[in-house]
């Protein structure tokens, strides 16, 4: 079984602009998930969703969302970049369950804002 | 929110040795506790978890410890190899369905093993 697919790998992108990242969950996921990785403040949860559904969100300002679609895949969008979004954004899928159900990540998109 | 603390950030042991890496954590409510292993360019794999109901829970050479009391869980790897060398993170999961699928993170600890 395919893992979680993350794309792009890399992106560079200049102050002020948008990004979308893309995430593919595992097939029969139905729960997708976003966490930003910087070496100052670890892994924070930004958002989950399940059935195209926001469930929670984490504390990051409105400049950053997520939409998920029927085939459980999954967007984040970053609009007017600025150089602290500089960070690694991981997606994870899981079976859904009421709650704690086990996290699966994608290898995650290391975006760079210059 | 829940907070979770995550000692040592750097752990260096020789090959063959055991390691223990410690957390705790805030919120009595927390019932989900997995542990995630980074490798340079990937993103965290789930190694081990444990849920509240158990004290104690292994899978070959890695086994977790959980006290609920004391707000505290440890992960234990016996007999490590080069390959364990990583970053290792401990989680904590809340016990309520408002929170879903969140995860709060530890630090993390940098595992080096030396040969």
């Known amino acids: 079984k395919a893992g979680v697919t993350q794309t792009p790998r890399y992106l560079i ?40 559904t926001q469930r929670n969100k984490g504390n990051f300002p409105g400049r950053f969302s997520g939409r998920q679609f029927s085939n459980s895949r999954s967007e984040m969008n970053v609009s007017t970049l600025e150089l602290g979004d500089s960070a690694l954004y ?5 079976i859904h369950r009421d709650y704690n159900s086990p996290l699966h990540f994608g290898n995650g998109t290391r975006l760079t804002v210059t | ?16 040795d055991s ?56 992960l234990h ?6 390959e364990d060398s990583a970053v290792y993170f401990c989680a904590a999961g809340a016990g309520i369905k408002a929170a879903g699928n969140k995860l709060t993170f530890g630090g993390g600890t940098r595992v080096l093993v030396k040969p």
């Open chain 1, 13 to 52: 992108k200049t102050r002020g602009q948008q990004v979308t990242l893309s995430c593919s969950p595992i097939s029969g996921h139905r729960s997708v998930s976003w966490y930003q990785q910087t070496p100052g403040q670890g892994l924070q949860f930004l958002f989950e969703y399940f059935s195209e």
């Open chain 2, 77 to 82: 790897i016996t007999e490590t190899q080069p």
């Open chain 1, 90 to 94: 991981l997606c994870a899928s899981s």
């Open chain 2, 19 to 74: 390691a223990v890496i410690k957390c705790t954590y805030s919120d009595s409510a927390s019932n989900y506790f997995p542990w995630y292993k980074q490798e340079l360019g990937k993103g965290p794999q789930l190694i081990i978890d444990i849920r509240s109901n158990v004290g104690e829970k292994k899978d070959q050479r890695i086994a977790v410890t959980l006290n609920k009391t004391a707000k505290h869980f440890s």
């Open chain 2, 1 to 16: 929110g829940e907070n979770v603390e995550q000692h040592p950030s750097t752990l260096s042991v020789q090959e063959g």
